[in-house]
């Protein structure tokens, strides 16, 4: 099964400490063929509404900083218990924050 | 998380690759390398609901286990071992590395196990599964899985092989390979637990990828399986019925997994080296995930791809999917001509793919009738009822008059029916064979008693006397009932006491023949001249004519059977300007075979082909009327009178 998990920004300031074990962890998952994707996101993004037949675009950004999705993370587990496990560990390395986690049903 | 044992057997999953691979560079048993680290476990669920789970539990449980292993070192160590020990013990400080899990691999992939102990003990130490996950994916008892497991890693140890250094790569892709097209083949609802072997499968190749980086083959077994395993959610319908590729919802395949198969594709050609059997069945999942319609596949290049894996790779699964390509690419008579060897293959009996194939072939030939009647063959082989309704179906749909008469499947259950149990199970086991290779659609008196014959040479060839003759009885029995006696007059019963040297190959079994008499058995030399072997009477001018050309020309045997006798230039002593080419022996007896015939096929059969065989007119002989000898029948006389296949001869 697939989760996606996103990860709010907001934490501490990212250091070489965490871009390396980030890297260690990243570099690991993809051995392992767990990690099928991943990205960071640009924070200010744009934000498209239909109501009725118009369609709105709005330029971001919108939320609290620490609110909005930094980045995100596609993983291919076996179970629940195993995207959380791995969720533990990436919220181990990156700090303060939240995570929101989505299992993603199939194509 | 409060859920300690989950926590633990996440865990154990995650890390059991490193914690045994570092184990087994210590104390070189993979027995007991496993055992230590299912230790570790055990002490992770004893103190983690106290102590809380710690913050690596990966190298929580490394500690524990190398600990152990230590411990057990120490305890069982002598003195003759004591410095070889100590000097391992050293070099066990570092973190285990990627070398130390390649090095498990290797040796939970060794030749010296069977094929099933392999793929058992790598999924129980490579990727952690228990056995009874592994009991689940392959249906067996846990008690299964368990055992082969022991009898595996006791294998090993009286083997000596417990830390290779440079094992074989193949036998690791096999085994990848087997794992995943055991979940592949798992389509069906109820199955779906044994599709997860699928993702196993990828995680173990996608882990091999990092491993071994600079192998070909392993990229392109990952590209295999990632556009394989991108079309999961198309192959098969809403009631569970297998989906062909060319018909599949192309919006359904999964483009995440096929950007991966591709990425991992280009690492195979970066690594490069002659492309191996997975580069190549991974560069033709490549070209089919590469056409956004099924018009738009590139058959000619699929077609060059198989006949090149065919090359590697000489099997019968290989040439059927070559001759589907090149019919697509050259179109259907040339992939049809392909097929001629496979249709006289007992491997191929009782494979459903066959007669789907030839029948697709022929139904776009225009030959509708052949065609509707491999297709029911098919369907009465077919593994399960969603693919046999949906040939049936298929078969139903061609605009074909209904043939009459009684159908070869109703008439043997009706002649069973009836019979005392013992013997209905008997004649049965004889009978649903013939049906299942004959298709149980086709009239029992349009059977001609030739195929009966191939069906017996195919399949029991080797069997014992008595065996055969009870094979016969059934189909004597059941030709009699149904009025229809020329299905047994093809076939003899032989005498019980026949020795070795009897013609249809009745050569020992060793799985029947007790092991003593066995042993005093040679087996029967192959390179012995196969015409020498003949027992009985002298074969046929036409047989001997037919063999000396196939192994004078070594020509294609097809080609061979489709000679005329205007093609021929006796002179010359070659055909088709020079194509097919003969010596002195074939010279000689050519002249005799002709007899004053100027045209049409130069091998006949030996009798007028009956009313409900339509035969093609370049196939009739127009003076006598008998058709063309067809591939199968040439190969039964060949295996009855020799023992070996017509191919046979054209190598010796």
């Given at each position: 099964m697939r989760y996606l998990m996103m990860q709010t920004a907001g934490g501490a300031e990212p250091d070489a400490k965490l871009y390396a074990d980030m890297a260690a962890f990243v570099e690991e998952l993809t051995a392992s063929g767990v990690l099928l994707a991943t990205g960071g996101l640009d924070p200010v993004g744009f934000k498209m509404t239909s109501n009725g037949d118009e369609i709105t675009v709005t330029d971001g950004p919108f939320t609290e900083a620490k609110e909005a999705i930094a980045g995100f993370a596609l993983i291919e587990v076996r179970s629940r218990e195993e995207a959380l496990e791995l969720g533990r560990r990436f919220r181990k390395i990156v700090g303060d924050g939240e995570s929101l986690i989505h299992e993603v049903f199939g194509p | 998380m409060t859920d300690v044992p989950a926590a633990v057997a996440v865990a154990g999953k995650q890390e059991s690759a490193r914690i045994v691979a570092g184990l087994l560079r210590m104390v070189r048993d993979v027995g007991l390398a496993e055992e230590i680290a299912q230790d570790a476990l055990v002490a992770a669920l004893e103190q983690w609901p106290a102590a809380?789970?710690?913050?690596n539990p990966g190298a929580w449980l490394m500690t524990v286990a190398k600990r152990r292993a230590v411990d057990h070192i120490r305890r069982s160590r002598t003195h003759e071992r004591l410095a070889p020990d100590l000097a391992r013990l050293a070099e066990s400080d570092g973190e285990p590395g990627d070398d130390d899990v390649l090095r498990l691999m290797f040796t939970s992939c060794?030749?010296?196990?069977p094929p099933e102990a392999r793929v058992a003990l790598t999924l129980r130490?490579?990727?952690?599964?228990?056995p009874a996950e592994i009991a689940r994916g392959f249906l067996v008892g846990e008690q299964v899985i368990v055992q082969r497991i022991a009898a595996a890693k006791r294998t090993l140890a009286e083997a000596g092989v417990?830390?290779?250094?440079?094992?074989q790569l193949s036998s690791v892709l096999e085994v990848v390979y087997l794992i995943f097209n055991e979940g592949y083949s798992a389509s069906s609802g109820a199955d779906?637990?044994?599709?997860?072997l699928c993702l196993e499968a990828l995680r173990l190749g996608r882990l091999l990828a990092v491993l071994a980086p600079d192998e070909a083959e392993v990229h392109g077994l990952v590209a295999l399986m990632e556009i394989q395993q991108s079309r999961s959610a198309a192959?098969?319908?809403?009631?569970?019925e297998p989906i062909p590729l060319h018909e599949?919802?192309?919006?359904?395949?999964?483009q995440l997994l096929i950007r991966r198969g591709f990425a991992a594709m280009l690492r195979a050609r970066e690594a490069g080296g002659p492309p191996g059997p997975y580069v190549l069945q991974a560069a033709i999942a490549v070209c089919h995930a590469q056409a956004?319609?099924?018009?738009?596949?590139?058959w000619p290049r699929i077609a060059t791809l198989y006949e090149a894996l065919e090359r590697l790779l000489p099997s019968p699964v290989v040439r059927l999917n070559r001759a589907v390509a090149v019919g697509f690419a050259a179109g259907p008579q040339a992939g049809l001509d392909l097929l001629d060897e496979l249709r006289a293959d007992p491997k191929m009996a009782g494979y459903h793919l066959l007669p789907t194939v030839l029948g697709d072939l022929l139904v776009r030939l225009g030959r509708a009738a052949e065609g509707r009647r491999e297709l029911e063959r098919a369907a009465s082989s077919a593994r399960n009822a969603a693919e046999r309704e949906l040939l049936l179906r298929r078969a139903a749909a061609l605009d074909v008059p209904r043939e009459r008469g009684m159908l070869l499947g109703p008439a043997v259950a009706a002649f069973l029916g009836p019979l005392r149990p013992a013997t209905a199970r008997a004649y049965g086991q004889t009978l649903h064979r013939l049906t299942r290779i004959a298709g149980d659609r086709v009239p029992v008196a349009e059977l001609p008693g030739e195929r009966i014959a191939e069906i017996f040479a195919m399949s029991w060839?080797?069997?014992?006397p008595r065996s055969w003759n009870r094979h016969v009885a059934a189909v004597r029995s059941f030709a009699a009932w149904a009025g229809t006696p020329h299905l047994a007059a093809g076939i003899e019963p032989r005498p019980?006491?026949?020795?070795?040297?009897?013609?249809?190959?009745a050569e020992p079994r060793p799985v029947e023949a007790a092991p003593h008499l066995a042993a005093g058995i040679e087996p029967r030399p192959?390179?012995?001249?196969?015409?020498?072997?003949?027992?009985?009477?002298?074969?046929a001018l036409r047989e001997r004519v037919l063999w000396s050309l196939l192994r004078e020309s070594a020509a294609k045997i097809g080609a061979v059977l489709a000679?005329?006798?205007?093609?021929?230039?006796l002179a010359d002593r070659s055909a088709r300007n020079g194509a097919i080419v003969w010596r002195s022996g074939t010279a000689r007896l050519l002249p005799e075979l002709i007899?004053?015939?100027?045209?049409?096929?130069l091998f006949l059969a030996d009798r007028r082909p009956g009313p409900g065989r339509p035969v093609a007119e370049v196939d009739?002989?127009?003076?006598?009327g008998r058709r063309r000898l067809s591939y199968e029948r040439a190969e039964y006389l060949c295996k009855r009178a020799t023992?070996?296949?017509?191919d046979r001869l054209r190598h010796t």
């Open positions: - | 809380g789970i710690p913050e060794h030749p010296v196990l130490v490579i990727a952690g599964l228990s417990a830390y290779e250094p440079a094992g779906l637990i044994r599709t997860d192959r098969t319908g809403s009631g569970g599949q919802n192309r919006g359904r395949w999964d956004r319609t099924a018009e738009e596949t590139d060839a080797k069997v014992a019980v006491e026949a020795a070795p040297h009897f013609a249809a190959g192959v390179e012995v001249e196969p015409v020498s072997r003949t027992s009985g009477p002298e074969p000679l005329n006798v205007e093609d021929l230039d007899a004053g015939r100027t045209r049409g096929p009739l002989c127009p003076e006598s023992g070996r296949s017509l």
